[in-house]
């Protein structure tokens, strides 16, 4: 099959590969962006004089498109992610986008009410899936498995009023890690908070931090402040806002809505207010009030373990022992955390300002048992890497500081500067094809040279591979480097270095030459029908001309 | 931050991988098998005596989740199918899972009933998306792009009877490739086929043959042989199904059921019972009935161009024009294919027998129109994968041959021999994740060594990291290839090559060294808080004792 005899396909191929990666890498220009998909709204308006006025074409209300720049940033952040929770040694799995209903009810407190729900067209009754952990339990529950590290990236659907300035959508992708299984305590919750700083460094979205609670203690503090224990998941529901509203507003809620009695809010509000490191932690045990409660201490027991772990981990300075995290899932039993980003304040000294969680998760012990017919549990920590949010942040920092992406990969662009070169072209983008190279051509019998060179030099191709008349008469191609506008053919004589040594001695010349070249340029030649690869690598074979300009 | 002082980080981290890649590689291991999972029907039978008989745990039907094991196989298909639309020049994009239900229909003909509908909860009306196409021409349309090459690899969904034994399920995943775009004919046509082998051919899923027709040959073929133009829809339908019925039996629903004169389908019959290379089309030209349909003709016209460029592109032994493919869905308006997988026959000289389509597409000049306001056109064609056939059968290969897959990348298990080793283990599991190395340890305070081993063989993680009192002593950790059960450590003396050098000289030293050893092995070194890394390759180094063997 191998039209390129003289050397292995698959040697050829890694060769040229990395010689490719050369140019290819220092080549991100602007391709054509389709701008109207990159706002938020993605509604397209008719004009009254339109023949048919009813007719709007939008995706539904809190979804949205992903155009091809929106995807290569998407993809970035996903492979980070994804290789973080590798690096951890989770395995992948997928479940279906909708559950039977009752899979999904009674798991989400107040966010059962926002599930999609399908239509009843005979048979089962469906919802899309509310979050990834759910499917997760259910899944360990049905194949009875007692053990697993597992991440999972995929779609979620909430039918929440859409905000879409914060990065919610109704449609939003989830990136989750969980480690299920009885193992000794705070050594899988302490690897869940040390992915969460991985990502969040490789990501670089500037300073953050995690701020951790326990349910345990979350419940402790209501008892011994004497919040009546039927009020619990309301109370813990306005505890959940501090993040967004003062310490005032929520109280007032607390007392005038909820019916608590003020001097209850009042000790509620001097707990919430704590945060700090590990020294709150024992400053808590010794606390009059919560020291007195099991639950609480549980708690604090775990917290001060879990800071001794990451302490061991070197991210203790990143993580706040923060006694207003409350979490607004029902399933939640143990450790909690949230990671935040801290904007530099506007005037010094102020309190570093919070944009908003861009991560979270914690222990649920009990989720896994609510899917067991016989109701075994199976221990589960887990955490959620809020992609949508962190996307809107890469791409403003793009705008800011007028990054591009390409959309493509291709390094050759086939070309001709003459008429009736289609079967050629064609000849030889399949050859090209075939040994793994990226390569495409335009699709017009007689393109125009200069057409073909825009359209490198606006996708961000690097390469042109030139056939013509000249070119075919002495079974060569013309390479052209579309940045430098350098070119070289296969007859140009014995500036080339024809490289068709086995692979290691290969590669060994390539780093040495790498050090001392300023370019790389590949000849392809064409003898009769065999495609022959020659690698020539020519330091500043046109450095005559430059040194002139 | 960095503690692995002598090199720079990302030097010291490719140069590991680099390392790591050859222990990890040959080290394809079986794994837990959560083989519950990989059966297909995952319903969850409960015995009569469980305490809650109603509660079923199940996906629903027609519906899977996908295990670890799985998911592997699943990556591996999709990686190598995405990375052929990039060879093309294909950008990636994203659309909803569901569309306004107004933007679906009229799209599909006879399929618009299997369609998921979202339940009215107040809003618009949604359907989950039926395919890929329709939302891609939806974009195009709505954002008014002309000219697009793009991918999208997605869940769709159908509500058919599953019959899973075949790989049909209601949630599926596809792989599309389009070219949307006013070009010279036949040109994009011809690439799709091109794509449509060389995934193929890269899946390894043995002999293939593409089928190819023209909607305006079939259109042409009904005209000349007599079929009321108000019955060529149903009629085509009934075509559509000679790839699974004997042509009595269409013959008969035609006759029988649609009201065909007999007459007329046997001339169908005549037609539709051809099958051939580009000598057929060559040879239709010439007949003498559809010589005379101006369609027909168009159609023979773009094939025989189109078979010139398949001839350039050394594919056209794998296709066939076929006057019995007709293709289900209403949108195609030219060239229709569809890739079918041959058996080997089981009697010598028996026709190759078909186990159905894996791919198939073809070109679509009107849907874009649908969804203009003021009907502008955008000529496409494309193609789509058929995923879910093609994993059955790659994990139907691999049951066969017993091969097995990691479900985890680990590269190296941080673990001890003695009790109160914990500390030790959290500080260089973390030093290890920070250079970007995949480990893991078991989440136990003090676990035996045997387990830690066997949990290595187990899961095919290929180096164990050995922390103990002697180590920790020393100053140095042991390393131990799992497979082999060699060991060595940094107190081992000169048998170990230190390599600081620049990266180039490393890579050289690194391939000279390749086709020498046989082995490759890390030692950690622990200096005080500095952990240095060495690399150290020893050939034979245990010669002795394995010569003795």
Known sequence: ????????????????SQLLRLPCSSCIQAVRCHSQVAGAVLTSQLKAHQEKPNFIIKTPKGTRDLSPQQ???????????????????????????FELKEMLTEKYGEGSGLMYDLKDQGGELLSLRYD????????LAMNKVKKMKRYHVGKVWRRESPTIVQGRYREFCQCDFDIAGQFDPMIPDAECLKIMCEILNGLQLGDFLIKVNDRRIVDGMFAVCGVPESKFSTICSSIDKLDKMAWKDVRHEMVAKKGLA??????????????????????????????????????????????????????????????????GLDYYTGVIYEA??????????AEPLSVGSVAAGGRYDGLVGMFDPKGHKVPCVGLSI???????????????????????ETQVLVATPHKNFLQERLKLIAELWDAGIKAEMLYKNNPKLLTQLHYCESTGIPLVVIVGEQELKEGVVKIRSVASREEVSG??????????????????????????????????????DLLQITIAACEYWMGGQKKGK
């Open 491 to 528: 007859s140009s004589g014995n500036r080339r270095d024809k490289v068709f040594l086995p692979l290691p001695d290969f590669l060994r010349n390539m780093y040495l030459l790498a050090e001392k070249l300023s370019s790389w340029l590949i000849v392809v030649e064409m003898n009769k």
């Open 386 to 408: 809020g992609v949508e949010r962190i996307f809107n942040i890469v791409e403003q920092r793009m705008k800011t500081f007028g990054e591009k992406v390409r959309t493509t």
């Open 1 to 16: 099959m191998s039209q390129l005899g003289l050397l292995p396909r698959r040697a050829w191929t890694a060769l040229l």
């Open 340 to 349: 935040v980003l801290l904007h530099t304040p506007t005037q010094a000294g």
């Open 132 to 139: 990834l952990t759910v499917p997760f339990a259910r899944y």
């Open 262 to 327: 003020p001097e209850v809010a009042d000790r509620i509000g001097d707990y919430v207010q704590c945060h700090g490191g590990v020294s709150l932690v024992e400053q808590m045990f010794q606390d009059p009030r919560l020291s007195q409660n099991k639950q609480a201490l549980e708690g604090l027991g775990d917290l001060k373990l879990l800071f001794e772990y990451l302490t061991l981990f070197g991210i203790a300075e990143k993580i706040s022992f923060d006694l207003s995290l409350a979490r």
């Open 71 to 97: 995807m290569v940033v998407r993809e970035k952040i996903l492979d980070l992610v994804v290789s973080c929770f590798k690096r951890h040694g989770a395995m992948g799995m997928d479940t279906p986008a």
